[in-house]
């Protein structure tokens, strides 16, 4: 038996199986390659799902966990530490909202900004029962109020009941939003740019018209920016090209570069009329090693302006994909936005990632359609041409078994 082997086998008997893993073991990564325990190269273009936003081994984001490892782990919520201050300042920063807090990942970053909303409106009302407006095809964890507001029947279906008092509007329809309005109503939460959902950007206009619906009837806008925020867009937040602020907007994934971190930001107006002390609460959330990541994460990204290179280098990784388009008949089309693309395809995408995985090429889905690209932010063009060659011998086989 093979270390692979062995490896595989000891995950499948000790692990509760509730993900369908490739047969691949993977031991080490050096900049936006992976390698596994056969010491196979793989190019990666998923990033771990949209988290490697520095690649792997880089050598001033390594030291900066562990100088802190050296210093301190964990305190608690009950105290400060520099770390905290620095993540804190660095993510208002960024962001352009006015308080955070720190959450470990991306789910309890929507369910604190569900309690927010509730909380706010409660304050406002003096009473519960408030709803929320979420989208079609969106989605948003697999927490009990995080899955609440996805809009995939199949995620939900398992686990109802779940939370009340949500609605369902369609995504880039003003008019549906409208028909799900109601008194109760007290948040809407979107992604700017859907990522399972099947890459779908928002329109401009989609957002400014929700913004002053908000605005006008005192909902809360809530963002959400954990696959699509911190650089992924080609500018730090995707908001942010749109021109449209939230009251609410969470992140995660990019913003630590491989820890485990999330955060849900608030504006002054919300923080002071939501939350206050024994509301919410998170043991590990926001400790020192997080912490530390995600102020480090930022200032690397500052420093090389990354985000900055996102956005050059979007046209020819565009360029690249469209080239699919026109070459094989079952690509019909490219969507996405920065380095967040995927291409939809007539065949089943399950099959071409496993082929690209022969091919040493790591690639994700986004349904049953859609190739999923959520490269580190760090890739030039020349890995974009690899990446165009690997892919292409995935498709050519594809194609010549189709024409026999």
Known sequence: MSEKETYIGEAEKYLFHVYNRFPVVFERGEGVRLYDTDGKEYLDFGS?????????????????????????????????????????????????????????????????????????????????????????????????????????????????????????????????????????????????????????????????????????????????????????????????????????????????????????????????????PGDHGTTYGGNPLVCAAVAGTVDIMEKRNIVGQVAERTPYFEQVLDSFVDRYDFVTARRGMGFMQGLVLTIPVGDVIKKALDQGLVLLSAGSDVLRMLPPLVITEADMDEMAKRLGRVFDEVAVNRNK
């Not at 006015?98 to 369910?111: P, Q």
């Not at 604190?112 to 009302?125: E, F, N, P």
């Not at 109760?184 to 939460?189: G, H, P, V």
């Open 48 to 276: 771990g799902i949209g988290v490697m936003a520095l690649g792997y081994g880089d050598e001033e984001y390594k030291q900066i966990l562990k100088d802190q490892i050296d210093r301190i782990l964990h305190t608690s919520n009950l105290f400060y530490h520099p770390p905290l201050v620095a993540a804190a300042k660095a993510m208002v920063k960024v962001s352009g909202m006015d308080r955070v807090f720190f959450t470990n990942s991306g789910a309890e970053a929507v369910e604190g900004a569900l309690k927010t909303a509730k909380k706010y409106a409660y304050l406002r009302d003096g009473v519960s029962g408030h709803e929320i407006i979420a989208m079609g095809h969106s989605f948003h964890g697999r927490t009990v109020g995080s899955l609440s507001v996805t809009g995939s029947e199949h995620y939900r279906e398992p686990f109802l009941p779940l939370m009340d008092g949500v609605r369902f509007a369609e995504f880039n329809n003003i008019d549906s939003v409208k028909e799900q309005l109601s008194d109760q109503t007290c948040a809407i939460i979107l992604e700017p740019v859907q990522g399972e959902g099947g890459l779908y950007p928002a329109e401009e206009s989609f957002l400014k018209e929700t913004r002053k619906i908000c605005d006008e009837r005192d909902i809360l806008l809530i963002f959400d920016e954990i696959q699509c925020g911190m650089g992924r867009t080609g500018s730090m937040l995707a908001f942010q090209k749109f021109g449209v602020r939230p009251d609410i907007l969470t992140c995660a994934k990019a913003m630590g570069a491989g820890v485990p971190v999330g955060a849900f930001l608030v504006t002054d107006r919300v923080a002071e009329a939501s939350l206050v």
